[in-house]
C-alpha cells in the first residue's frame, strides 16, 4: 500500500487518470522498492506516462489476473509484457507483487507462495524494479543505475517493444524469442514463436511448435531483410544487426519518438506490426507475415482443415469434431479435431456395425505434411488397398506422380485450395460416417429418389409462381422510381440472388452477389456487415451516395434496411474488378491504351468525389479491387462513400483486411488527420500497378531488392522508363504516355501529403494538358541515392492553347481546393 511519499501522492491520487499520467510526479511512481509493493488495482507508471506495470485481466477472462506491462497512453488496455504467463492470480487484492528478502522481484499468491520471480542473484542488499518510459522494466541496484540485475526486455513474451531485443545469446544458448498468446483471453505461451536463426545466420524464422519454419525474413543485408522488400518503404523504423563473440540480435527504434507502435506473434500465428492511431482510437494493422492465415503452418491442427476464403478459416474435416470446442471458440486451433467414430481397422470385427472403414473424397486439397510415397503401387485402387491394409494409415492420394499415404494425424490441410500441388484426397473414415453417401442401396433407394424429385418438383412450381409475381412487381418497382434509389425488401434480394449463391466477391465492407432479373436485368448486392449506424442515420448518408453519379463511379440503384440486415443494390460491372485483369489472367493482358484509359477514368473519378461533390468525400480503400470495369473497359470506382457509411467502425475494417497494406498512404499509419492526399497515394500505387500488371510487393525476382516504386523512381530519373512496363505487352506502349504515367505515380506516392498532386492535377497531367517535373525520389523509397530534393510539381503549362482552356475550366470547378497549395513554386 505505502508509497514512500504518501503524502505528496494522495491528493494526485484523486484526479482522473490521465491527469495523473502528466502529472510531475517524484520519480517513486515508477519503482518498486524494498518498502514498497502492488497489489489490487495499485500500479507504477512510467515517468512520461507511456507505460503503466500492474495486475490485469485479459479480454473476457472472468477472474484469472496477470502481472503485466501495459500502454500508458492507449485507451485501449493493451499489454505488452506478462510476468506470469502460465499461473494466473485470482484475486489480486491478496496477492502482491514486491522486492523479496533476496533481492528478487517476486509475486506472491493469495496463500503468499512465490508464484513468479525475476529469480536472479543481486550482489545488492536493496534493489529496486523501476519501469522505463521504453516499457522495459529493470530491477538494479537503488543506489547504482548501471547495476541491472535484470530486465524485461530480456525476457520478451509475445511483443517487441522499439528498443527491445530478440537475439540469441551464444554464450547461455538463450534464445529471446516471442511466443503467441494461447487466445485472447490467455497469455500462456502459444504454439507459434520468433526467433533469430540459431545457427547464426542474420535472419529471423517464425516457428510452430519450436520446430518446424514456415516464414524466414531472409538475411540482411545491412538495410533492409531479403524476404521483405517492402522494407524499403518503411517509414517508420530503423532495425539494427548486432552479432559478436557473444551475441546476435536485431533490434528496431522508432524514427518519430511521438508514434506508438508495437510488433506482435500474434494469436493467429502471423507476425503483425501495428500503430496506435490516436484520431480513431484503435491499433491500426500496417505490415504481417505470412500474408495469409493458411500459410500458418498447421494453423488448424491436425485434421482440421484451414480455408483461405471464408470465415471462419478453420473447420474439422467431416468425420471430425474440434478436440476443445471452448479452445475454438477462442481463435485457438492448435489441439486439432479428433475422430467421431472410431474406425473399424484394429478393432475386432464381432461388432454388429463391422463393415470396413471407407474413404471420403476431398479434391482441391493442399497435401498435407509428411507424404510417404509408395512405389511401386500402379493403380489407385492399389493405392486405396494399401491404405486400407495398415490401421495407422488415414489418408491416400493417387494420381500421376504415383501413391502417397499418410499415417497418423494429418497436419497443415488447406481446403479449396488452387497452388500448383492441389490434389485430390481420399480420407479414411468408419463406414457410418459415409452412410448418408452410399448409393449402392438398390431399389430402395432408387424409391426415395424418385419420391423427393416429386415433392422438389410440386415446391419448383409453386416457387416459380410466387417468384414471378415477385420478380414483375420488382421490375415495376426498380423502373416506376427512375433516378431515385429503390427500397427493396430483403426477400425479393434473396431471391433475385438465389440465396446469395453466387458470389462476385468480398471486401472490407462485406460480400458481393450477384443477382438477375428473369427480364434479365443483371446487379451487384453488397451485403454490409457491422453497421451501427441508426436507420434514419443510415438511410440518409446513403440517399447521398446516392445521389452521387458519374461515368467512373460505380452507381448506386438501391438498398434495404430491414434491422440489422443492410444492403446495397449496384449497377454490375461485367468485366470485374481491375486486379482480376491485371493479375489474375495471363492470356489476355491488357493492352497500353485500355491501361491509359483507365488510369485516367479512374483519376476522373477520383477528382470527381474530392472537387465536386457538395462534401468532399474520401474513398480511403482506393486499389485494384476496388476499380471496376464495364463491358467496354471503363473504370468505375467501387465504395465510395462506405468509410463515412461504416463510421467508427472503418478502422476495423482496415485492420481486418489481411495481408500488406501496400496502398495506405503514410499518414494512415503515423496518425496524422486523413485528407484526400490519401487518396492521391493509393492510386499512385495502384497506377504503378497498372503500368507493370503485377502486385508492387511481388516484383522482387529482376529488380534484386525491387520494391517497385523504388525502382520506378530510379528508372524515371535514368531515363529507361521502357523496362517499368509489363513485359507481355512486348514494348507496344505510346512511351511519352509511359513516361507521364510513371512520372505523376511517383509524384502522388511522396511521404510528404503537400508534395502529392490533387486528383483533378493527375487529370490534366494524364491529359496531357499540364507537364510535370522529374519527381524525387520519396524519402521512404531512398536507400542509397541521395539525390537533391526538389519537391515543386508543375513548371509550365502545355503551349497547346485549346489544352489551357480545357484545365481552366477544370480548375474553376474545382471551387474548395486550390491549385496552389500543392504546387508550392
Ligand atoms: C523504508 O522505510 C523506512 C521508514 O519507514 C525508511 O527509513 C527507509 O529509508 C525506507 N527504505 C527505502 C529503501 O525506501
Ligand atoms: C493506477 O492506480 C491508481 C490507484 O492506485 C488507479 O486510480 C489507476 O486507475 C491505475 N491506473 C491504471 C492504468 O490502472
Ligand atoms: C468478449 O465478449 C464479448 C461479448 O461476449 C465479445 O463481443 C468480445 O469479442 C469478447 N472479446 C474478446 C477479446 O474475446
Ligand atoms: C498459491 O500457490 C501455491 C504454489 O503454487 C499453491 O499451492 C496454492 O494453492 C496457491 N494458492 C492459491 C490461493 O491459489
Ligand atoms: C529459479 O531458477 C531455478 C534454476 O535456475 C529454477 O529451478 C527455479 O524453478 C526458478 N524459480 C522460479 C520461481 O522461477
Ligand atoms: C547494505 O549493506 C551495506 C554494507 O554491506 C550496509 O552498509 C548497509 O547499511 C546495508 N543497507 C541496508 C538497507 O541494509
Ligand atoms: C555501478 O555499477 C557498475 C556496473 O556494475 C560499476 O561498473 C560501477 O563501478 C558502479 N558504480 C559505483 C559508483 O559503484
Ligand atoms: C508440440 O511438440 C511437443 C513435443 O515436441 C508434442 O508433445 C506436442 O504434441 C506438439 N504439439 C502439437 C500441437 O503437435
Ligand atoms: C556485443 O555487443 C553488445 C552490444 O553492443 C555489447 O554490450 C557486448 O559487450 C558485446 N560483446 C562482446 C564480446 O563484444
Ligand atoms: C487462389 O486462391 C487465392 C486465395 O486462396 C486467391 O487470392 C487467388 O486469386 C486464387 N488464384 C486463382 C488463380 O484463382
Ligand atoms: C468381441 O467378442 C469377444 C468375445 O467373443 C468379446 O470379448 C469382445 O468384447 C467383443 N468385442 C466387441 C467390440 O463387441
Ligand atoms: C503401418 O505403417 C507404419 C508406418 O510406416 C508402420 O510403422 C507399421 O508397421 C505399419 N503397420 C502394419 C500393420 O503394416
Known amino acids: 500500500m505505502a508509497f514512500p511519499r504518501t503524502k505528496c501522492l494522495s491528493p494526485l491520487l484523486l484526479l482522473p487518470f490521465f491527469a495523473l499520467l502528466h502529472a510531475n510526479l517524484s520519480s517513486a511512481a515508477d519503482t518498486i522498492s524494498a518498502n514498497s509493493s502492488l497489489s489490487g488495482n495499485q500500479n507504477i507508471t512510467s515517468s512520461g506516462g507511456n507505460f503503466v506495470l500492474g495486475f490485469f485481466k485479459p479480454g473476457n477472462s472472468s477472474n484469472r489476473y496477470y502481472v503485466g506491462i501495459w500502454y500508458g497512453k492507449v485507451s485501449l488496455l493493451t499489454s505488452v509484457w506478462v510476468a506470469n504467463r502460465e499461473i494466473p492470480i485470482t484475486d489480486p487484492a491478496t496477492a502482491e507483487l514486491k522486492i523479496s528478502a533476496d533481492g528478487n522481484l517476486v509475486l506472491l499468491n493469495q496463500s503468499k507462495a512465490i508464484i ?390 468480398s471486401g472490407g465492407f462485406g460480400s458481393v452477389f450477384k443477382g438477375s432479373l428473369p427480364d434479365s436485368t443483371v446487379f451487384a448486392v453488397k451485403k454490409l456487415e457491422g453497421v451501427r449506424q441508426g436507420e434514419k442515420q443510415f438511410r440518409s448518408e446513403v440517399s447521398t451516395i446516392g445521389t452521387i453519379q458519374h461515368v467512373n463511379l460505380v452507381r448506386l440503384l438501391g438498398f434495404c434496411s430491414e434491422g440489422t440486415r443492410k444492403l446495397l443494390v449496384y449497377e454490375f460491372m461485367p468485366k470485374g474488378s481491375l486486379d482480376t485483369q491485371l493479375f489474375h489472367s495471363p492470356s489476355t493482358a491488357l493492352d497500353w491504351k485500355t491501361r491509359y484509359q483507365i488510369a485516367i477514368g479512374t483519376a476522373r473519378g477520383l477528382a470527381y468525389l474530392h472537387e465536386q461533390c457538395r462534401d468532399c468525400i474520401i474513398h480511403c480503400d482506393i486499389k485494384p479491387e476496388n476499380i471496376l470495369l464495364d463491358d467496354s473497359f471503363v473504370p468505375k470506382v467501387a465504395d465510395f462513400g462506405l468509410a463515412k457509411l461504416m463510421g467508427r467502425d472503418f478502422s476495423r475494417v482496415l485492420t481486418t483486411m489481411r495481408g500488406t497494406r501496400g496502398y495506405l498512404a503514410p499518414e494512415w499509419i503515423t496518425g496524422v488527420a486523413i485528407t484526400a492526399k490519401a487518396d492521391v497515394y493509393s492510386y499512385g500505387m495502384t497506377l504503378m500497378e497498372i503500368v507493370s500488371g503485377r502486385r508492387n510487393l511481388e516484383q522482387t525476382e529482376e529488380g534484386g531488392t525491387g520494391f517497385f516504386p523504388t525502382l520506378v523512381a530510379s528508372k524515371l530519373i535514368e531515363g529507361d522508363v521502357e523496362s517499368l512496363l509489363d513485359q507481355r505487352l512486348g514494348g507496344e506502349a505510346n512511351m511519352e504516355e509511359l513516361e507521364r504515367a510513371c512520372k505523376v505515380a511517383c509524384w502522388c506516392i511522396q511521404d510528404d501529403e503537400s508534395s502529392r498532386p490533387t486528383m483533378g492535377h493527375v487529370v490534366q497531367v494524364l491529359e496531357g494538358f499540364l507537364e510535370v517535373n522529374m519527381p524525387p525520389i520519396p524519402r521512404s523509397l531512398r536507400v542509397i541515392s541521395e539525390t537533391s530534393e526538389n519537391i515543386n510539381f508543375f513548371y509550365n503549362f502545355s503551349s497547346n492553347p485549346s489544352s489551357q482552356t480545357r484545365s481552366a475550366t477544370s480548375s474553376s470547378s474545382n471551387t474548395k481546393s486550390s491549385t496552389s497549395n500543392s504546387s508550392g513554386a
Open 116 to 505: 513468479w520471480s525475476t529469480n536472479v542473484t543481486a550482489s545488492s542488499n536493496s534493489t529496486v524494479a523501476v519501469i522505463s518510459d521504453s516499457g522495459n522494466l529493470q530491477l538494479r541496484d537503488e543506489s547504482n543505475v548501471s547495476r541491472v540485475y535484470w530486465q524485461s526486455f530480456d525476457f520478451p513474451t509475445d511483443t517487441w517493444l522499439p528498443g527491445g531485443k530478440i537475439g540469441l545469446n551464444k554464450l547461455t544458448n538463450e534464445n529471446q524469442r516471442l511466443t503467441n498468446w494461447k487466445n485472447s483471453d490467455n497469455p500462456a505461451p502459444g504454439i507459434f514463436s520468433l526467433e533469430i536463426d540459431p545457427k547464426g545466420t542474420s535472419q529471423y524464422f517464425v516457428i510452430w511448435n519450436m520446430t518446424k519454419s514456415y516464414w524466414s525474413s531472409g538475411t540482411w543485408n545491412g538495410q533492409i531483410f531479403s524476404g521483405v522488400p517492402e522494407m524499403t518503404a518503411n517509414y517508420i523504423y530503423d532495425f539494427e544487426y548486432v552479432s559478436n563473440a557473444s551475441e546476435n540480435y536485431f533490434t528496431y527504434s522508432v524514427k518519430d519518438k511521438n508514434v506508438i507502435s508495437r510488433f506482435v506473434m500474434d494469436v493467429s500465428g502471423q507476425i503483425k506490426q501495428y500503430t496506435w492511431l490516436d484520431n480513431m482510437q484503435q491499433w491500426i494493422l500496417f505490415w504481417s507475415q505470412p500474408r495469409q492465415q493458411c500459410q500458418v503452418y498447421s494453423y488448424c491442427g491436425s485434421f482440421g482443415s484451414c480455408n483461405e476464403i471464408s470465415q471462419p478459416y478453420c473447420n474439422c474435416v467431416q468425420g471430425f469434431s474440434a478436440k476443445s470446442q471452448s479452445d475454438w471458440d477462442l481463435g485457438d486451433q492448435s489441439a486439432g479435431c479428433t475422430r467421431n467414430t472410431p474406425l473399424q481397422c484394429g478393432r475386432s470385427s464381432n461388432s454388429s456395425n463391422s463393415e470396413k472403414d471407407k474413404f471420403l473424397t476431398m479434391s482441391s486439397m493442399k497435401p498435407p505434411v509428411n507424404p510417404n510415397t509408395l512405389a511401386g503401387v500402379g493403380s489407385s485402387e492399389a493405392c486405396e488397398l494399401a491404405c486400407l491394409n495398415n490401421c495407422s494409415c488415414t489418408a491416400y492420394s493417387y494420381s500421376s506422380g504415383g501413391c502417397s499415404v499418410w499415417y497418423e494425424d494429418l497436419l497443415d490441410l488447406q481446403d479449396q485450395y488452387n497452388g500448383s500441388n492441389a490434389s485430390t484426397l481420399r480420407l479414411r473414415l468408419a463406414a457410418s460416417e459415409l452412410q448418408s453417401s452410399d448409393s449402392s442401396k438398390g431399389k430402395v433407394t432408387w424409391i426415395i429418389v424418385a419420391s423427393v424429385a416429386a415433392a422438389i418438383a410440386c415446391v419448383a412450381i409453386i416457387w416459380l409462381v410466387i417468384w414471378r409475381r415477385r420478380s414483375r412487381r420488382m421490375i415495376q418497382e426498380t423502373k416506376a422510381v427512375g433516378g431515385a434509389l429503390v427500397p427493396f425488401r430483403y426477400s425479393d434480394l434473396q431471391h433475385a440472388t438465389k440465396n446469395f449463391s453466387d458470389k462476385l466477391g
